[in-house]
């Protein structure tokens, strides 16, 4: 039941009703068996793993919050994330470890073969294993109270607008949240059913239309031309921000309907005038996790270091963050081509600095289009590694573009139709970032009537064909 | 350790670090003040803290101080 089927289309007002209509005490075990269920009817075998996780994570939680001793509180948090993490590492990197090791001992002429796991990876584990690990380590930092119902943490892991692709919550901001548990105030129903359009109108118009074109060149690498893969190559970023922002803000608007406040995702990311700043605005919720539980306790280690210690946990930070996308050679090297980025960036940031300030650059709208447009185009290079699945299909794709140009091959519906949806959704995105104040004052009426047509486009030229969400795989 | 002393050895280390030569210390001065006070440059404004007054934070502490007053504190505390 993903957010595009028709089932969460009926269901899901249904479970916002029985929210409201069901007394406040009962809430939480009404929501936790409403998100057990809807986990439960896609994978009913995975559904023991999440609630062995919660259980760890509950237990573990009272043992960190029950020992005096800090040397040993930080041995029970550490005994618990390894706990949490084995269930992530058998699933998604048993098998990649396995490859590699083959591979590698292949190489000096030493042949083994060691048993392999084929299993399907179970849903939204990478993000349920972030969240427990994100509260156990916070417990251990006195950043949070313990949580001493074993049916909040359960639901903090298992909430169903979030579980399967985040945005990964923390435990902090959620468990608030989760004791309190009030009816639906109508402000939320409407912002959460705004958000979910907007985010249906970007994955459905816009990344699902852009994705038959991409996916139509991407998939016949070798009888497409280098004009065709460089379009490819540039429009794929615009699909994966209407996949991965959409799913977001239809998770966030979803979680809203019930009233809960879920941490954004993504803030227009294609605006940001660097790679730091891109970072900052692209996938947040992961990125924020990363910085807070791998980067910082790395940067603190190394501080004696100073730029080079920065450098180090920048890049085993995104090392792990190139991991996490995938199991996969290509997403290594995406990881670290993002971690040297940065580190170039945080290297050069002071004479960077001194030169931008001398010259009013920061001002000057050329330098700042100039900036956009080299982010954008960085991006949309690393990502030609990041999506694919071996070194030789991104190097040919890489080749063919620098080296075979030709005529473009057109698929008209889809790029006039992607092309329509993505200035709808960049008008917006330019208005929020550059004019914050227009249209505020905005008759009701004209607003209604702007989202009607919104539902009416989506309806009519959105692609309904139940496309898989890319976060889906991680 | 004197308030006043502190300041005037945080404060170099403070603009050297943020690149801002006029930046005046005040104890509700936080990160979100500062143009260049990110993640980046934090730790290595706090391995000067460090190394200047001789003492050394836990992580833990660390996550614990969000103003300049809270530093000050916290090296009156140590040092």
């Known amino acids: 039941m993903t957010f595009t089927s028709f089932k969460f289309l009926i269901f899901f007002p249904l479970i916002v009703l029985f929210f409201n209509l069901v007394p406040k005490k009962y809430r939480l075990y009404y929501l936790l068996a409403a998100s057990y269920t809807i986990y439960g009817l896609l994978q009913p075998a995975y559904l023991l793993l999440l609630i062995a996780s919660s259980i760890i994570t509950y237990s573990f939680g009272v043992w960190i919050d029950k020992t005096e001793d800090d040397e040993k509180k930080h041995k029970i948090m550490i005994g618990g994330i390894l706990l949490i993490l084995l269930p992530l590492f058998m699933?998604?990197?048993?098998?990649?470890?396995?490859?590699?090791?083959?591979?590698?001992?292949?190489?000096?002429?030493?042949?083994?073969?060691?048993?392999a796991i084929r299993w399907l990876l179970p849903l939204g584990i990478s993000y349920y294993t972030f969240m427990s690990i994100g509260y156990l380590?916070?417990?251990?930092?006195?950043?949070?109270?313990?949580?001493?119902?074993?049916?909040s943490v359960a639901?903090?892991?298992?909430?169903?607008?979030?579980?399967?692709?985040?945005?990964?919550?923390?435990?902090?901001?959620?468990?608030?949240?989760?004791?309190?548990?009030?009816?639906?105030?109508?402000?939320?129903?409407?912002?959460?059913?705004?958000?979910?359009?907007?985010?249906?109108?970007?994955?459905?118009?816009?990344?699902?239309?852009?994705?038959?074109?991409?996916?139509?060149?991407?998939?016949?690498?070798?009888?497409?031309?280098?004009?065709?893969?460089?379009?490819?190559?540039?429009?794929?970023?615009?699909?994966?921000?209407?996949?991965?922002?959409?799913?977001?803000?239809?998770?966030?608007?979803?979680?809203?309907?019930?009233?809960?406040?879920?941490?954004?995702?993504?803030?227009?990311?294609?605006?940001?005038?660097?790679?730091?700043?891109?970072?900052?605005?692209?996938?947040?919720?992961?990125?924020?996790?990363?910085?807070?539980?791998?980067?910082?306790?790395?940067?603190?280690?190394?501080?004696?270091?100073k730029s080079w210690g920065v450098v180090g946990a920048l890049m085993v930070t995104f090392?792990?963050?190139?991991?996490?996308?995938?199991?996969?050679?290509?997403?290594?090297?995406?990881?670290?081509?993002?971690?040297?980025?940065?580190?170039?960036?945080?290297?050069?940031?002071?004479?960077?600095?001194?030169f931008e300030t001398k010259y009013s650059l920061e001002k000057k709208w050329w330098y700042n289009l100039i900036c956009i447009v080299c982010v954008y185009l960085i991006f949309a290079f690393s990502e030609i590694y990041g999506m694919s699945s071996s070194f030789q299909n991104?190097?040919?794709?890489?080749?063919?573009?620098?080296?075979?140009?030709?005529?473009?091959?057109?698929?008209?519906t889809s790029l006039i139709l992607g092309f329509f949806a993505t200035s709808i959704l960049f008008f917006k995105d330019i208005r929020e970032e550059y004019f914050p104040k227009a249209f505020s004052n905005t008759n009701n009426y004209v607003k209604i009537t702007l989202y009607i047509c919104l539902f009416l486009y989506i309806l009519l030229f959105g692609v309904l064909d139940g496309g898989q969400f890319i976060y889906l795989q991680f | 350790m004197d308030k006043k002393v502190i300041i005037e050895k945080l404060t170099p280390i403070f603009r050297e670090v943020f690149s801002d030569p006029n930046l005046v210390l005040t104890d509700e001065l936080t990160a979100n003040d500062v143009d260049n006070w990110g993640s980046l440059t934090h730790m290595t404004m706090m391995a000067e803290v460090e190394q200047t007054f001789g003492i050394a934070f836990k992580l833990k502490e660390l996550k614990k101080l969000n103003t300049v007053g809270e530093l000050i504190e916290a090296i009156q505390t140590k040092a």
């Open chain 1, 394 to 412: 991104s190097n040919a794709i890489v080749n063919k573009i620098l080296f075979d140009h030709g005529p473009l091959f057109l698929h008209p």
């Open chain 1, 155 to 305: 639901l903090f892991l298992s909430f169903f607008p979030i579980v399967f692709s985040g945005p990964i919550e923390r435990a902090g901001h959620m468990f608030p949240q989760i004791s309190r548990m009030d009816r639906s105030k109508p402000s939320d129903l409407v912002a959460g059913a705004k958000m979910m359009l907007w985010g249906y109108f970007m994955k459905l118009c816009v990344a699902d239309r852009l994705s038959l074109y991409v996916n139509a060149v991407y998939s016949n690498v070798e009888i497409n031309n280098g004009s065709s893969l460089g379009l490819a190559a540039l429009l794929f970023p615009i699909q994966e921000y209407g996949d991965l922002a959409g799913y977001s803000l239809i998770a966030i608007g979803a979680a809203r309907c019930l009233g809960f406040h879920i941490i954004p995702n993504f803030r227009r990311p294609f605006f940001a005038k660097s790679i730091s700043s891109f970072w900052r605005r692209w996938h947040m919720s992961l990125i924020q996790w990363l910085t807070d539980y791998i980067y910082t306790p790395m940067a603190y280690a190394l501080r004696s270091k």
């Open chain 1, 319 to 354: 090392l792990v963050s190139g991991i996490w996308h995938g199991a996969t050679m290509t997403c290594v090297v995406w990881g670290l081509m993002q971690g040297v980025l940065l580190s170039i960036e945080s290297l050069t940031l002071n004479k960077r600095t001194a």
């Open chain 1, 137 to 151: 380590v916070d417990l251990y930092n006195e950043e949070v109270e313990v949580e001493k119902n074993p049916c």
């Open chain 1, 91 to 115: 699933f998604k990197y048993y098998n990649f470890i396995n490859e590699s090791i083959i591979s590698l001992l292949g190489y000096i002429g030493i042949s083994v073969s060691l048993p």
